[in-house]
């Protein structure tokens, strides 16, 4: 099983872009998925995470800027993101986590933030 992210883009600092990650529909609602992101030369980070019963959690670097949803009608996570900075380039990936500890990933999705 793989999920599908998706979104990625160039955009000028204090734009906007809106990820998404979708997940097989026999799956997904147990899934908490997360958001993490790598720049280059730089360590993979958590940027946020939704749990399956939907209580989100941002790292402080994004706080106030995105937003984690999920739409299990659609079978996606959205990361709504705002006010992007220069620092917020990188490649995004989402995860799926089950609660049996297995985890599951996309291909990620670039996101360039230029000034």
């Known amino acids: 099983v793989q999920l599908q992210a998706s979104g990625g883009g160039s955009v000028q600092a204090g734009g906007s872009l809106r990820l998404s990650c979708s997940a097989p529909?026999?799956?997904?609602?147990?899934?908490?998925i997360s958001w993490e992101r790598q720049g280059t030369g730089n360590q993979r980070e958590l940027v946020a995470q939704i749990g399956a019963g939907g209580t989100a959690k941002y790292e402080d670097l994004v706080k106030g800027r995105f937003n984690i949803s999920r739409d299990n009608a659609k079978n996606t996570v959205y990361l709504q993101m705002s006010n992007l900075l220069l620092e917020d380039t990188g490649t995004y990936y989402c995860?799926?986590?089950?609660?049996?500890?297995?985890?599951?990933w996309g291909r990620g999705t670039l996101v360039t933030v230029s000034s």
């Open positions: 995860k799926g986590k089950l609660f049996t500890g297995r985890e599951y």
């Open positions: 529909g026999n799956i997904f609602p147990l899934l908490a």
